[in-house]
Structure formats: structure tokens, C-alpha cells
């Protein structure tokens, strides 16, 4: 049996720079047809300038695959309407971190009063300039997503013109929100459609599945797979799959990612063959997406077959979802 889907999109990843984007870049360009790219290094993507440099150095990591990189930039309040219009031409939105909520976002917005903000949301709305967010707050960490919904609840009501994507939702409650404000999203990632707390702290410790936001209870993943293999069209496949060194997981003070870009594709095809929904995965992986961004993705077919795959111990240094484990999909070609 194989399954061919037309432009895979990954809306929500993290490729690196410098020596692992060389490694993790290819591992998504080539069975992907394009992906938003975070814009979380060090220091973070925050000028027209960076954010190109960083494109070239990506697109050269790739290995001539045909492979679009969808730029963000790292949202800051005192952007001015200009410099945004002229950003508008190099990216596809802003990314927003709170200050300090996860990997390398000490320069975020420190403060959610959205009179702070005002100016820059009317500037991405009358620029249709979407805005991706990390919903968290700095709360008890299994409600962290639950106390930021009053937040995106504020910025849907304030700035109705605005797009808004919750990235990678965890809840119940989250998901619920969609239903209530036309102009949220969100994407869903490979790991908390398989995951609970249970997976990662109920028996022996798995720092590879360690992420933030923290993976939450079976009903919050039920509630996840259902907007998912539905293909709810307001959610999007984006992976967050964020590469870190095995030494920086295998050690006190474990870094927060789950690396699954080189397993996504397959991982969601044998999830949506056991629900019986195969037929929805072109949606929830490409068409959803190009339909909420507005965008034509290059042509790219990738095939998926049943035949056992066997992921990898590790790539380079880093070790991903599954490693060692035996999937029911692999990857034909991509074309
Ligand atoms: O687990 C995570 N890792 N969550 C994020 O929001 C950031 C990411 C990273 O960059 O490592
Ligand atoms: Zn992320």
C-alpha cells in the first residue's frame, strides 16, 4: 500500500543554525515541501538582514532539495509600521515568545497588556501579517496553556482582522477555542497527538520527549487527535520538532524539544491509518495550511509506503521520537 501526498508542509520547526542545521536541515527538506521556520537563536531573527542571511544559510544546508523556507521573524512591540511593510516581503509572520518561556526567548514580550501591543497588531493586521504564538504563561506548568487562554481570547477580540495561530496546542480547552473566534488556528505537532505526561514522567524519565509546552492528559490528546484526523480546517500539521545534542537531553537540566522531523510523515500516516482516517492526513499536512497562509507551496509529491521502518539511534548528535522503535510507513521518494 502507498500514499502519495502533495507538498507536505511543516508549519512550525526549528532547524538551527551553524552545524545542526547542517544536519537537521535536510532531514526535513527532503520529505517536506516547505516549513515555517522559528525564529529562535541566538541572538534571535529580529531584522530584515538576519532573517535573509539566515534563509541562505538554511537553503544551502538543504541539499539542492526543492525546499522553500518560510521565514518568521521574532516578534518585538517597537517594530515600526515601516520596517513591517517592508518585512512583509521576506516573511510569512511574527513569531511571539513570552520573555523566558522556553528556549532562548529572554528577548520576548515581557508583558501581555495588549496596550503595549496595540500598535504592532494594527499594523500586522492591516498587513495581513499573521502572528504565531507560544500560548504560555509562566504559571504551574500543566496549565500554563489553560491560564494564557484569557490572552488569546484578549488579542482574537481586540484585533479581529488579525491571524492568529496558537502553536502547537496541548488542551482540551485550547482546541475549543477555535470554535469560538473566527481568526484563530492553531498547528498541532507529532508528539502531543501520541503523547501524555504518562510518557514522559509516569515511569522511568524521557528527556527525549521533555518539550514545552509539556505533553498533558489522554483527554487533552484525545481532544487533539480529533481536530486532527478530522482535518478541522483551522488546524495545521507544524512538527516543533527541536533539535537539541544528546548530551544537552541526557543531563540534569534537560533542554525542552522533541526532534521528529526525519520521523513525522511516517509517524502521522500510521497514526491516521489506525483511526481509519488516512484520507484526511493531505489536509491536516498541506491544505489547511496553504489555505489559512494563503499560499501555493512548490509542487512536490512524496510517497509513503507500509513497509517497516526502523528509526535511527540517533542523527548526528541528536536522538529522535521513536529512536530504535519500529514504524509501519516509511518514505518511498520524494519527487
Ligand atoms: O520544547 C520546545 N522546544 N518548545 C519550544 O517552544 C521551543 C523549542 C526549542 O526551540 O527548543
Ligand atoms: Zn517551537
Known sequence: MTLTLNSPLDMHLHVRDNDMLKTVAPLSSNSFASAIIMPNLVPPVTTIKALQEYKQRIIRSTCRDNFTPLMTLFFKSDYSYEFLKEAKKYIAALKLYPSGITTNSEGGVSSMDIDGLKDTFE??????????????????????????????????????????????????????????????????????????????????????????????????????????????????????????????????????????????????????????KLKNLQAFVSDNAQKIYNFKPIDKKVTLEKKEFIVPNSYGSVVPMFAGEKLLWSIKNAL
Open 123 to 276: 499594523a500586522m493586521s492591516e498587513l495581513e501579517i499573521p502572528l504565531l504564538v507560544h500560548g504560555e504563561t509562566n504559571g504551574f506548568v500543566m496549565d500554563r496553556e489553560k491560564e494564557f487562554s484569557s490572552v488569546y481570547e484578549q488579542f482574537a477580540k481586540n484585533f479581529p482582522k488579525l491571524k492568529i495561530v496558537m502553536e502547537h496546542i496541548t488542551t482540551k480547552h485550547s482546541a475549543s477555542l477555535l470554535d469560538k473566534y473566527e481568526n484563530l488556528y492553531a498547528t498541532i505537532t507529532l508528539h502531543h497527538l501520541y503523547i501524555t505526561l504518562d510518557d514522559v514522567a509516569g515511569g522511568m524519565l524521557s528527556p527525549h520527549l521533555f518539550c514545552k509546552p509539556i505533553a498533558k492528559r489522554p483527554e487533552d490528546r484525545e481532544a487533539l487527535l480529533k481536530l486532527a484526523l478530522s482535518a478541522n480546517p483551522k488546524v495545521m500539521f507544524g512538527s516543533d520538532s527541536a533539535p537539541h545534542p544528546q548530551d544537552k537531553k541526557e543531563c540534569c537540566g534537560c533542554a525542552a524539544g522533541v526532534f521528529t522531523a526525519p520521523i513525522a510523515l511516517q509517524a502521522l500516516a500510521q497514526l491516521f491509518e489506525r483511526h481509519g
